[in-house]
Structures are given as C-alpha cells and as structure tokens.
C-alpha cells in the first residue's frame, strides 16, 4: 500500500516554494528595467543566431551572435566619443592628445589627478560652485557606469537565452503544458507576436540608419560652401536608434541640428533656404516614411498600430525608459489573454487554446504550431547521424 506524503512535509515545502518565489520576484522587479531590455535584445539577435545554428552548434552560434551584435556597438559608442571629442576641441582650440594627459596610467597618478583636482577648487565663494560642478560630474560618471552595467547584464541575459531556449521550452512543455495543450498554445502566440514586434523594431532601426546615410550625406552635398551637415554619418547612426521612440521618431536629432543650422544661416553668410530643405527633408523621410511604411511594412500587422504606439508612448511615461521594452510586452501578453483564456473563463467553458476572439488581432496559435520547427529564417535544423539534432549534440558533448 502506497502511503501518503505527510501533509505538513507538503505545507513546509510548499511554503519554501512561496518564500523563495516572493524573492525571486522581488530581484526580478529590482532589475525589470535590465530583464526586458536582454528580453528584446534575444529577440533581435534570434533570427541570426538560428541561422547560424543551422551551420555551428548552439554554443558556437550564440558565441558569434553576440560577437556580431556587440562590435557595432561598441563601434558606435567609440565613434561617438571622438566626434564628441572633436567637436570639443574644436570649441576649446585644443588638440585631441592633449585629453590623453586625464586618464591615468597607474595608481599613483591616478591619485595624484584628484589631488590636483581638489587644489583647483580653491577657497572662498568660487569653492561652493566648483564643488556643486564637480559633484554634477560625478553623478554623471556614475549614472553613465551603472548604465553600462545594465547593459551588459541585459547582453548576458539576451546570451544566456540563445544558448538555453531549447531546454527552456522543454521544461516549460514537461513541467506546464505539452503540445495542443491551452497553456502550450498561448506561450506560442505570444512567443510569435514579441518576434514580430521586436525584430521589427531592429529591422527598422536598420532601414532609417541606411535611408538617413542617404539623405544626410546628399543634403550635405547639397549644401552650400558656407554651411553643411555635421557629422552626417554619426547623425544618420543616432537618427535610426531614436526611431525606437514612438512618435519621436528623428525629430530627437535632425530638430536641434535644424535649428543649429537655421542659426548659422541667420547669423552668418549662410542662405537661408538650406534649413528650410533640411527640415522638409528630414520630416518626410526620415519622420513620416518609417512611420507610415517602414515600421507597418517591416513589423507586420498582428497586433493593431494603435495598441503599440499606446503601448510605447504610455510604457515609457508610466515605467521610465525601460517601458519602451516593458510596454509591448505587455500588450502582446494581455491581448493573447483576453483572445484566447478569457472567454472561456468568462462563459464557464474550457479553456482549449482556440482563439475565439479577435482573431486578426494577434498570432493563431494554430498556425504557428502547424509550421515548420525551424527557425524564422526558414533553414532546417541540421541533423546527425542517430536522428539528433545539431542542439542535442553540442548537450552529448558538453556531457561528456
């Protein structure tokens, strides 16, 4: 006769479980802002990675991936800095090596900088304003270093879901809801839906960055001799991140740069018809075209406009920054809810994983389960001898 677990053994456990859970949650909310950007970032990087897959194992794969998303990158944070440099030695009448002299090259002049640093506060009223100048700079630096750790917690993340997704998604379907199940088809949905919305988003940052090289560098071949567009490569980069901003779009960077030369022209030798032609041209295409044709046309149609733009505008203004991850996420996953659990909920019957209302609105299930089980790129995954795939081999090998 088989004897039954002693209850308080299970409410023990069980309260374990609940404690431990709370917890969970608790670091998992102290670094949402973290967990949905490595979110959007595994995203982005998974069409590529499964394609590689298709020629590496899953280690090499996710290896090269975050090799290939990383350099840019950091190409583009070290391009910003010099043209930041630049400019500023420009304004100052300064040459870029002698910023060399404020990074130190060992401890002791790293220590001999602060010294430095604190005589040239002085004494008197002057001491106050170049504490406060100081204290300002440091928050800075330390706002800019925390920010870097964040992101590189969201990279390890993103990394760490390449390489584990697989296994993830078998225990998911062991341990909650196998294939045909109700719980198995709405993760699919919103598996698919995030896809869609988040690669699009990375398409479309892409397209604007080429389409605004164009028109930056032909505006500035356009120029006339006594004005031009600055840094049109670096502006054309920063351009196609802003277009992750809903409704913002370009503006966060050709407006100032608008106005920048609309003074040159008014204050200078410059015409002024050329600030004009800037801000027409800007406006058009690199405003209203991703908008209107590039984010529709590259992200698809599953979950309405409308919802996406109040779920970018409206995650930002409730969450900060990260609601630009955090806000569709949660659209995706609430609009799945109420077309797939929430009316046989509401009328009393089971739960079967058809969609039964707004059926255009997001993924069918159903049709995602129905296709191939290779990934969005549409390559097969590669196949040994014994019938084991390419991801189960590089588990063999790790195991032994």
Not at 114 to 139: C, D, H, K, Y
């Amino acid at each position: 006769m088989v004897e039954l677990p002693d209850e308080r053994e299970r409410l023990a456990w069980w309260g374990l479980t609940l404690a431990v859970a709370g917890v969970f949650a608790f670091v998992l909310w102290s670094f949402v802002g973290t967990i949905v950007l490595g979110i959007f970032i595994y995203y982005g990087a998974r069409p590529l990675y499964r394609r590689l897959r298709t020629e590496f194992s899953s280690d090499h794969a996710a290896d090269l991936t975050l090799l290939i998303v990383l350099v840019p990158v950091f190409a583009l944070v070290g391009y910003t800095v010099l043209v930041g440099l630049d400019q500023l030695s420009q304004l100052t009448g300064t040459d870029l090596e002698s910023y060399a002299r404020f990074v130190p090259g060992s401890p002791e002049q790293a220590t001999a900088l602060v010294e430095n640093a604190r005589g040239l506060l002085g004494s008197g009223p002057m001491r106050g304003q170049m504490e406060q100048a100081l204290s300002a700079a440091i928050g800075v630096f330390t706002t800019l270093t925390g920010g870097l750790a964040h992101l590189v917690l969201a990279f390890l993340l993103a990394f760490t879901l390449l390489r584990e997704d697989d296994r993830i998604a078998a225990w998911f379907r062991d341990q909650f809801g196998a294939e045909g199940s109700a719980v198995y088809a709405y993760a699919e949905a919103v598996d698919e839906d995030l896809r869609t919305v988040y690669v699009g988003n990375v398409l479309t940052v892409f397209a604007v960055i080429v389409l605004g090289l164009v028109v930056y560098n032909g505006l500035d071949l356009l120029a006339p001799p006594t004005i031009g567009v600055p840094v049109p490569t670096l502006l054309a980069l920063l351009t196609g991140l802003a277009t992750l901003v809903p409704l913002v779009v370009g503006k966060i960077v050709y407006v100032p740069v608008g106005i920048y030369l609309a003074y040159l022209a008014a204050t200078g030798p410059g015409p002024l018809w050329f600030p004009a032609v800037f801000f027409g041209a800007c406006f058009v295409l690199l405003d209203l075209l991703p908008v209107a044709v590039l984010r529709p046309y590259i992200a698809g149609r599953n979950i309405h406009g409308g919802l996406m733009i109040f779920a970018y505008i409206g995650g930002t203004m409730l969450f900060g920054w990260y609601g630009l991850f955090l806000g569709p996420l949660l659209v995706v996953v609430g609009v799945h809810l109420a077309r797939i659990v929430l009316p046989g909920l509401v009328h009393g019957e089971p739960v079967t994983g058809v969609v039964r209302a707004a059926e255009s609105l997001g993924a069918d299930p159903e049709t995602v389960a129905e296709g191939p089980t290779a990934d969005e790129s549409g390559a097969e995954e590669p196949t040994t001898d014994g019938g084991k795939t390419g991801e189960d081999e590089a588990a063999s090998e790790r195991e032994e």
